[in-house]
T-cell receptor, first 114, second 111 residues
Framework: DAGVTQSPTHLIKTRGQQVTLRCSPI?????VSWYQQVLGQGPQFIFQ???????GRGNFPDRFSARQFPNYSSELNVNALLLGDSALYLC?????????????FGPGTRLLVL | SQQGEEDPQALSIQEGENATMNCSYK?????LQWYRQNSGRGLVHLIL?????REKHSGRLRVTLDTSKKSSSLLITASRAADTASYFC???????????FGKGTRLSVIA
């Protein structure tokens, strides 16, 4: 079975622009979580969606939004990009609705904001 | 906010040696997990240990948890060059709270 997939792998944007990142979970997984990982730090939780509903939100501004589709894939949107949004964005899926259970991560999307 | 902190920040060993890295956290936890990350790519789950467990094994990995000291250790025995990666601990307070990751330990295994 395919693992978690993310697209695109790399992205370059300029300040003020908007970006959409995409994630497809492992087949059968209904939970998708998004994390931001800044260089030299561990991943930081942004959102969790389970069965198309938001289950959790981390300490991120309203510029960050996400949604989950009927096929359980997900999109993360970031508006009005700042230089500090440059990071590796990781998507993870899980076969339970519990945020704290084992997460299966995708390879990430590396975003550079200039 | 509650966060695990790994120690040491970086570790360099020879192939065949054992590697031990530690994680300390601040408040009571529900689960503690260890993940591996190669070259800034996706994380791979290694082991989940629950707060009522003291030790778990998986292949060459051994994880211990001491809730009285609020600490965990990850031991990799007979290390290989392929074990070179960053290792993160992640904790949660309850089943419905998100994982909080530490900054990680960078392990280099020299052939």
């Amino acid at each position: 079975d395919a693992g978690v997939t993310q697209s695109p792998t790399h992205l370059i944007k300029t300040r003020g622009q908007q970006v959409t990142l995409r994630c497809s979970p492992i087949s059968g997984h209904k939970s998708v979580s998004w994390y931001q990982q800044v260089l030299g730090q561990g991943p930081q939780f942004i959102f969790q969606y389970y069965e198309k509903e938001e289950r959790g939100r981390g300490n991120f501004p309203d510029r960050f939004s996400a949604r989950q589709f009927p096929n359980y894939s997900s999109e993360l949107n970031v508006n009005a990009l700042l230089l500090g949004d440059s990071a590796l964005y990781l998507c993870a899926s899980s076969d339970t609705g519990w945020i704290s259970e084992t997460q299966y991560f995708g390879p990430g999307t590396r975003l550079l904001v200039l | 906010s509650q966060q695990g902190e790994e120690d040491p920040q970086a570790l360099s060993i020879q192939e065949g040696e054992n590697a031990t890295m530690n994680c300390s956290y601040k408040t009571s936890i529900n689960n503690l997990q260890w993940y591996r990350q190669n070259s800034g790519r996706g994380l791979v789950h290694l082991i989940l240990i629950r707060s009522n467990e003291r030790e778990k094994h998986s292949g060459r990995l051994r994880v211990t948890l001491d809730t009285s000291k609020k600490s965990s250790s990850l031991l990799i025995t007979a290390s290989r060059a392929a074990d070179t990666a960053s290792y993160f601990c992640a904790t949660d307070v309850s089943g419905n709270t998100p994982l909080v990751f530490g900054k990680g330990t960078r392990l280099s295994v020299i052939a």
